[in-house]
């Protein structure tokens, strides 16, 4: 029978490029998102047909994603992954970071993943076989930079959370490891990143650029399969080497050794 996977914030980006990935090695999908709007364009635009099935969702509404889960399980009859790429970002200074976008930003990149995880483990168990599940968070959860106290705490927070739930689902038959990615080149990347911003980037990653939608999706998509059957609690980074370095290594780069 044909593996299903649930991907949530897929109407664009990453988790859209992640949804592609799947549907490209033969698995069924059901893409979420909070935006009905676009992820219904963005399923037409897909033509999986029978293998698709998009559901508007708010993953921070407990109702709304068991009500989602229920209707994934009778048109799929089995769930073997979920990835939780749903996530929310607000840049400002952390004494003008309003509770409210505090709690909001919380909702969604936390509390979410824990919600729908929930919801879908208890499906993966019944089927005997067990999943996988794998979060996104970020490099920002684990390097701190100015202007992302809510989003980094929240991804910091995350990649705790991947560790837990792989303690105590590894023995169900669940494996939960996370993605981290660095600078990736999304059309919000695009849009807000100076070419100040992507210069300074560039000097601190060693493969010199910004990552591709596509290269998260890949690395996703190994977590979810069986060649990763015995990885489980990893916070695995696709950042370029960005992490490992620590600083940026600008004369390195530029003197081309």
């Not at 993943?113 to 483990?121: D, E, L, Q």
């Not at 599940?133 to 910091?156: F, Q």
């Not at 992507?198 to 990653?205: C, E, L, P, Q």
């Not at 990763?228 to 916070?235: D, E, K, L, S, T």
Request: charged share 20%; net charge negative; hydrophobic share 45%.
């Amino acid at each position: 029978m044909t593996r299903t996977a649930i991907i949530t914030g897929a109407a664009r980006g990453i988790g859209l490029a992640i949804t592609r990935a799947f549907l490209a090695d033969g698995w069924s999908v059901a893409p979420l998102d909070i935006d009905g709007e676009t992820l219904a364009v963005t399923e037409a635009e897909l033509g999986a047909g029978d293998r698709a099935l998009a559901i508007e969702c708010d993953v921070s509404d407990a109702a709304g994603v068991a009500s989602a889960v229920q209707r994934i399980t009778g048109r799929f009859g089995r769930i073997d992954a979920l990835v939780n790429n749903a996530g929310i970002a607000d840049f400002k200074p952390v004494l003008e970071t309003e509770l409210e976008t505090w709690n909001r930003i919380m909702a969604v990149n936390l509390t979410g993943p824990f919600i729908c995880t929930n919801a879908v483990a208890p499906v993966m168990m019944d089927g005997g076989e067990g999943g996988a599940v794998v979060n996104i968070t970020s490099i920002s959860g684990v390097r701190a930079s100015a202007l992302r106290v809510a989003y980094g705490t929240s991804k910091a927070a995350l990649a705790h959370l991947t560790r837990q739930q792989a303690a105590e689902l590894g023995n169900r038959g669940i494996r939960v490891n996370a993605v981290a990615p660095g600078p990736v080149e999304t059309a919000m990347a695009k849009k807000v990143h100076t070419a100040e911003i992507r210069a300074d980037y560039h000097d601190a990653i060693p493969l010199n650029r910004y990552g591709l939608e596509e290269e998260i999706a890949s690395a996703v998509l190994f977590l979810c399969g069986d060649q990763a059957g015995y990885v489980n609690g990893q916070i695995l980074a696709v950042d370029g080497g960005f992490q490992a370095t620590g600083i940026g290594l600008p004369t390195l780069r530029r003197d081309g050794y």
